[in-house]
């Protein structure tokens, strides 16, 4: 434990002396000052942990650093025991409130004044660990505010949240206190596997076993354990050995260390200035448990988002029964919807759900009769005016629940025009739900290059200079200009999705019904 630190201003060389001796033969470390401008200055040169102040000072006065000194310091920061032959009432009084802390009249014996010292300290250590409680906490409370805030927008935690919790745990520490060293690991097959984060920045992969081998010395748990270790201590201790075994290939010495280790992960701090108590443990569980907690949260929301997502496809695939084949146009049309979100800047979370909505947008041909879905020749008006309402059947198979609005929102508006020739309620422009126009693109540039029973493929270029310049029923006029920019931008990309899908062999009928006056239809 490093020494208490003790400034002691004096003009008085026998004063000096005497309380020197005294508070060094009690460990204090001491240095002197005799006079206040003196004083001032060591006290900005380096922190003390208390000062012993005369009141009668030559040129500047007691009264007058403690002035000095509360306008450059906080308030607490270091206790001050002012000590005086000025015994009157007024004087005590007038200290006090300038910022002293306690006030011992001249002469003080011994005992005395290694009893206010010893007080002032312990009270000055409280207030210490007060701090850094609250400190701690509120850390505690912004690695929540991270996380929840990545889980609250996409449900799952996408970055490694291990950076940001070993930044927090290091700044839950008062300056010059925090660990040098924070291991944080994640139980994977029966051992724990992480990384150690160290004060230098660097990040070693590390291994914990502490199963095999060990002859079940380590205890089942359903708790979490906690513990501090420093050196000196019994190092076969539980989790201690299997701990110091993972860490010291990363770490050429640990000398002490706070634990928590829970049935899913393992958390270390180690290596503080100081050694460690059940503070530090208890500051160490809160990580943990967060972690955890936070581990758990994203795992589960992944899981439903898959089972959403799962219901989705199967719910395209449903659709698909009676309009054999659009298997891999459903997955095309999504990751082109995919790339155009993406290319004009939407947040992450339109792209996730574009990405696997869109290929409900033609969901609505479910309630189309299969021998109008496989009419081999075009379709007569009012056969298409039949087929133009899998638009509406679509919203209203996928209803008005939160989760889809947006495919609902697709299956309605993917045949909507930006100029307004677009069916099926002519809406214009911005009118036009923006997921609306990126599907219609996407499903358009798909059915140029699908093979229809009335026409063959087409290849990439030309499929791209049908809608940047029109042909047949096709115009540059119906995309929003934007994202017709954006498509300028990516269009090789779209042509390597097509390629993929076709390397991957899918049956690639892509047959979308033969329509009268659009191609995606
Ligand atoms: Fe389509
Ligand atoms: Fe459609």
Known sequence: MPRHS?????????????????????????????????????LQARPYDLMILDLLLPEMDGFEVLEAWRGLSRPGEMPILVMSALGDEEARIRALRLGASDFLL??????????????????????????????KLTAMGRASEVHLAELNALGVLLSDPL?????????????????????????????????VFLANGQRIEVLMDCGAGRGGRVPTYTQPIIGVWKAGDEREAPWVACLLKA?????????????????????ASGNYPEEPDSLNAEVV???????????????????????????????????EANDPGVG?????????????????????????????????????????????LKKPSRLDADEYEVMKAHTWHGAHILGDHPRLQMAASIALNHHEHWDGTGYPRGLRGA????????????DVYDALRSERPYKPSMAHRFAIEAIFRGEGRVAPEHFDPELLDALRRIA??????????????????????????????
């Not at 004044?113 to 007080?119: S, T």
């Not at 809160?286 to 899981?303: D, P, Q, T, Y």
């Not at 042509?495 to 995606?520: L, Q, V, W, Y």
């Open 285 to 319: 569980r809160g990580f943990a448990l967060h972690w955890e907690f936070v581990k758990r949260m994203s795992a589960l929301n992944r899981e439903i988002e898959e089972a959403f997502e799962y219901t989705i496809s199967a719910l395209s695939r449903a659709a």
């Open 6 to 42: 003790i400034l002691l201003v004096d003009d008085t060389a026998t004063n000096r002396v005497l309380q020197r001796t005294v508070l060094e033969a009690a460990g204090y470390e001491v240095e002197e000052a005799t006079t206040g401008a003196e004083a001032l200055e060591r």
């Open 431 to 442: 009118e036009i739900p923006l997921e609306g126009r990126i599907a219609k693109l996407a």
């Open 247 to 267: 860490l010291e290939p990363a770490v050429s010495e640990v000398r002490n260390l706070s634990f928590c280790i829970t049935p899913g992960i393992a958390l």
């Open 328 to 372: 891999a146009h459903l997955k095309r049309v999504n990751a082109y919807c995919r790339e155009l979100a993406e290319a004009i800047g939407m947040p992450p979370h339109f792209v996730r759900t574009i990405a696997v909505q869109a290929q409900l947008h033609d969901v609505g041909k479910i309630q189309i009769s299969m021998d109008l």
């Open 106 to 135: 001249r002469p003080a014996g011994r005992a005395e004044l290694m009893a206010r010292v010893a007080g002032l300290l312990r009270a000055k250590t409280l207030q210490e660990r007060l701090d850094e409680a609250f400190n």
């Open 492 to 521: 090789p990309r779209f042509n390597e999705i097509h390629e993929e899908f076709a390397k991957m062999n899918a049956p690639d009928a892509s047959r979308e019904e033969p329509s009268g006056t659009d191609p995606s239809a």
């Open 163 to 195: 950076p940001s919790l070993v930044e927090q745990i290091r700044a839950a520490s008062r300056p010059g206190r925090d660990p040098d060293v924070i291991a944080a690991m994640e139980r994977v097959d029966g051992a724990f596997r992480g990384s």
